[in-house]
């Protein structure tokens, strides 16, 4: 269900609308005002500070866990939410209180001239983390700019060293193309951390040569559990490697992992440190140890859609809201609703779990 401003927000009979506004100019410049409005608070008390923003469904690999062999066709640019309807949001979104905004995708590098919208958000006051989830392919030619414009945290994902499990996982050839953005990565000041999904059949073997490669560099790893997100709809439980299991496997090749506390608690992954002080991998483990009590995010797809969890089926709609000369307060308003309606949980584990109608890569990870 889409929300549009001045429809029936909680009406489970609105249907997706056309968005007649979506190919007109933006008539709108940012609004210079500062002042603060309301925290977004859900009904849990769980207040948000993080948002994902999703710049592109477009990516250059096709993993199986997040996107079909084949796609018919991606969002065109009109479609897109441009980069000054996306700082537009931000600006609002950070008067109530949120401070940290990761670019994700689709492959985030995909989008031409990333670096401008890097570059608009760096300077909208209270934002103080500007990350970017990549499979780091294009990111080599991009890194100087991005690191220039104001990035601060990279997260690359890597699931594996060998060439044909590469391919395998992302029906693609490039894993030379990815260790190389690596290098560029961790060749400037950004904080840059790996993260990792495995799959039981697929990739599991490969969790030992991941760290230490992990470990070699000085980066960080993550594993993270696989989520029924996957475009296929071939997500099985039998496929998720649990935190828990994958522990177990660490220790007994690198011996005991001592926990570190969580500096920030709305993060998401347990993190450890190796016994030799080499290092350290961290676990999220959405599946097998929801950590939603602490959730303090949400998402904005790449066609401008304001979603309050990976598995909601809801949707409130910015991108026709931006497009409309909506009011600051209008667009902080529809976020309101937005969080208003966020479940307790994911619940991924109850009988009646529906996996929602978008895959991974159409609500951004
Ligand atoms: N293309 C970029 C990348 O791969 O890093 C950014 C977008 S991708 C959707 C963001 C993260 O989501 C990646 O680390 C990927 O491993 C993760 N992801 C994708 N599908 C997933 C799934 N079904 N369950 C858990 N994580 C998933
Ligand atoms: Fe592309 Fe990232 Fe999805 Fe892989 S996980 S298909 S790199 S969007």
Redesign the pocket.
């Known amino acids: 269900m889409v929300c549009h401003p001045g429809s029936q927000m909680d009406s489970p009979n609105t249907q997706r609308m056309t968005i007649a506004s979506e190919s007109l100019p933006e008539k709108y410049s940012l609004e210079a005002s500062r002042e603060p409005l309301p925290q977004l608070i859900d009904s849990f008390g769980r207040v948000h500070e993080s948002l994902r923003i999703?710049v592109t469904d477009a990516?250059n690999?096709r993993?199986r866990?997040?996107m079909p062999e084949t796609v018919a066709s991606f969002l065109p640019q009109h479609r897109l939410l441009s980069f000054d309807s996306i700082a537009r949001v931000v600006s609002v979104l950070a008067r109530s209180g949120i401070r940290k905004v990761r670019l994700?995708?689709?492959?985030?590098l995909m989008r031409p001239n990333l670096e401008r919208l890097v570059d608009k958000l760096a300077k909208i006051p209270g934002v103080d983390q500007i990350a970017m989830?990549?499979?780091?392919m294009l990111l080599s030619d991009q890194i100087t700019a991005l690191e220039s414009a104001g990035l601060t945290h990279i997260?690359?994902?890597l699931?594996t060293l060998r060439e044909a499990a590469f391919k395998r996982i992302s029906r693609r050839d490039g894993l030379d193309a990815v260790l190389r953005g690596i290098e560029s990565a961790i060749s400037t000041k950004l904080v840059v951390r790996l993260?990792?999904?495995l799959m039981r059949d697929i990739n599991l073997q490969d969790c030992i040569p991941l760290v230490e490669f992990a470990r070699a560099k000085k980066l960080f790893i993550r594993f993270?559990?696989?989520?029924?997100?996957?475009a296929d709809r071939q997500?099985s439980q039998d496929q998720v490697v649990s935190g828990t299991e994958l522990r177990l496997v660490l220790e007994s090749h690198f011996g005991p992992l001592t926990a570190i506390g969580r500096a920030d608690p709305a993060q998401p992954s347990s993190d450890f440190v190796f016994e030799d002080g080499q290092g350290g991998v961290g676990f999220i483990d959405?599946v097998s140890q929801p950590f939603c009590q602490s959730c303090n995010r949400i998402r904005l797809t790449a066609d401008g859609k304001l979603r309050n969890c990976l598995f909601s089926q809801e949707e409130w709609d910015l991108k026709a809201a931006c497009e409309s000369n909506a009011s600051d307060h209008e667009i902080h308003s529809i976020a309101t609703a937005c969080i208003r309606k966020k479940y307790a949980s994911h619940g991924i584990s109850e009988s009646n779990f529906k996996q929602p109608e978008r895959?991974?890569?159409q609500?951004?990870?």
């Not at 993270?224 to 996957?230: K, N, R, T, V, Y």
């Open positions: 999703s990516c690999i993993c866990y997040c994700t995708g689709g492959e985030p989830t990549t499979n780091a997260n690359i994902s699931d993260n990792a999904l993270i559990e696989f989520m029924p997100l996957d997500w959405p895959a991974m890569y609500i951004g990870g």
